[in-house]
């Protein structure tokens, strides 16, 4: 079965320090992965996707197929980067999309 | 634009009873995707519904249900409430079937069960 892993529950790091949160997928075929953040008192919200190959507000993520993972790096963490995150993914032959537990960052001034 | 709308944002049911949230996608969306989310669970696909079918389901026993109206607007109905199904349940609208642009989500209905 398809299955995101988000093994960091919290993630804390100072301001203008680099930044990753992982994402480990399970999936033999072709994905598509999905990042989501969600802000205090803010609706759940696209990132970016894999597929556009986007920097979104600093953060990138790059998909490795070898490792089956979809990191979401970003050099410079600042506060306003301090939400939870959700990698999701969605495969061709299971319509919906699962996402991982999610990663509570922080960014410490 | 207007975003996804939800209604109501939040809920007070007693065991047993059933409800019916309701879902307006953003223009154009033809596809409506709901999630269940707990804390101890974390999001929980639902189904999925395009052009008024359900697409997809979920792991959810059949007391979980929905629609979809032909001007995109979805509804999801959950009969004989349990404690457990207190939760945030969220709706996703798409421009396409599978999402392939990514969802855009409302801001959630909040279901207490009492």
């Known amino acids: 079965a398809q299955r995101v892993t988000q093994p960091e529950k919290l993630l804390s790091v100072f301001k203008g320090a680099p930044v990753e949160l992982k994402c480990n997928y399970s999936y033999s075929g072709s994905p598509e992965l999905f990042w989501y953040v969600q802000y205090s008192r803010q609706r759940l919200q696209l990132l970016l996707r894999h597929i556009s190959r986007e920097s979104i507000k600093g953060f990138t993520a790059d998909l490795n197929k070898g490792e089956t993972s979809f990191h979401l790096k970003k050099p410079f963490a600042q506060e306003e980067d301090s939400a939870m995150y959700y990698c999701a993914l969605r495969t061709y032959n299971n319509n919906d999309m699962r996402f991982g537990a999610g990663t509570r960052l922080t960014v410490k001034p | 634009k207007a975003g996804v709308t939800q209604t109501p944002r939040y809920l007070i049911k007693t065991r047993g009873q059933q409800v019916t949230l309701s879902c307006s996608p953003i223009s154009g969306h033809r596809s409506v995707s709901w999630y269940q989310q707990t804390p101890g669970q974390g999001l929980q696909f639902l189904f999925e519904y395009f052009s008024e079918t359900q697409r997809n389901k979920g792991n959810f026993p059949g007391r979980f249900s929905g629609r979809q109206f032909s001007n995109s607007r979805s509804e999801m109905n959950v009969s004989t409430l349990e404690l457990g199904d207190s939760a945030l349940y969220l709706c996703?609208?798409?421009?396409?079937?599978?999402?392939?642009?990514?969802?855009?989500f409302g801001s959630g209905t909040r279901l207490t069960v009492v």
């Open positions: 996703a609208s798409s421009t396409s079937f599978r999402g392939n642009y990514g969802y855009t």
